[in-house]
């Protein structure tokens, strides 16, 4: 009878101190996944909402006013980082980010962006006047 008592207390130890590691590893696994992770990025100015349309369609005027654009920054204003150049697989197109009241100055070169703003021309060039960026 002992030997018996002694295989189940055993067996039943073996059995809790799994439980206790599945435990374990699954709160290991969800502060890993979930703690760690940054969904959204970091974001200057508002939020970008929206699908991302392409420069090309930008530039072609097959847009409404407002836009939001994902590609790789490849240019910045040296000296305050207010304007950018974005760049994505259908052209590039300048980012004024002035009147959004951020800079891109801390942002390097070749992060991939998301951006929001409002189509201008001035000139004869086409640009986005930024309200929001994430990165």
Not at 56 to 83: F, H
Request: net charge positive; aromatic share 4%; with cysteine.
């Amino acid at each position: 009878m002992r030997a018996a008592g002694r295989a189940r207390n055993w067996a039943d130890t073996v059995i809790q101190f799994m439980r206790q590691r599945g435990l374990l590893l699954a709160l290991a696994l969800t502060v890993g996944t979930f703690g760690c992770h940054r969904p959204q990025g970091t974001v200057l100015g508002k939020a970008p909402r929206g699908e991302p349309t392409s420069v090309l369609a930008v530039r072609a005027g097959d847009t409404p006013p407002q836009v939001t654009l994902s590609g790789v920054m490849v240019e910045k204003c040296p000296i305050a980082g207010c304007w950018l150049r974005l760049q994505d697989s259908t052209g590039t197109i300048k980012v004024d980010t002035k009147s959004a009241g951020f800079v891109v100055v801390n942002v390097p070169l070749e992060t991939k962006i998301t951006i929001s703003g409002r189509i201008v021309n001035e000139g004869d060039e086409v640009l986005v006047e930024a309200s929001g960026l994430r990165y």
